[in-house]
């Protein structure tokens, strides 16, 4: 089901199923909404989307999730709201059969963004 050799991220979605393009469609859409200035990208065979130079947050579509991709700071940092979803260290599953939860995916790149700035100013002093 994975699309191994997307050239762009509308190429990698629309190598799925319309319910799955539509469910990615959202994700990116979240994305873009915070940071509308970031570069999409694909790394790691993955949308990817860029800020500063710096990976800001990877998703992925699989058979039966979404695998969600935001650091394990972005991770740990959300633990409670994250806890109902399976997690590894830098990742989190959301179901595909569940409502993708677009308001906690803002706020985790919310989040992000202003590590990757914060990060980026200090780097320039």
């Known amino acids: 089901m994975q699309n191994n050799t ?11 199923p319309g319910e ?8 990116r859409a ?16 993955i949308p990817t ?4 130079g710096k990976n800001l947050v990877h998703f992925a ?16 940092s959300f633990k409670k709201e994250l806890s109902k979803y399976k997690q590894g260290k830098g990742s989190v599953q959301f179901p595909l059969d569940q409502p993708m939860p677009l308001k906690l995916i803002t706020e985790i790149v919310t989040f992000n963004v202003a590590r990757n700035v914060e990060a980026a100013g200090k780097k320039r002093k």
């Not at 799955?20 to 994700?27: A, F």
């Not at 979240?30 to 065979?45: H, L, M, R, T």
């Not at 989307?49 to 500063?52: A, D, K, P, S």
Request: proline residues 5%; glycine residues 8%.
């Open 6 to 16: 997307a050239m762009d991220i509308d190429d990698y979605i629309a190598g799925f």
């Open 20 to 27: 799955v393009q539509d469910l990615l469609q959202q994700i």
């Open 61 to 76: 579509a699989f058979k039966h999730h979404i695998g969600f991709y935001p650091t394990p700071t972005g991770i740990e």
């Open 49 to 52: 989307f860029v800020l500063n």
């Open 30 to 45: 979240a994305i873009q909404k915070v940071v509308p200035g970031a570069q999409e990208d694909i790394k790691y065979a």
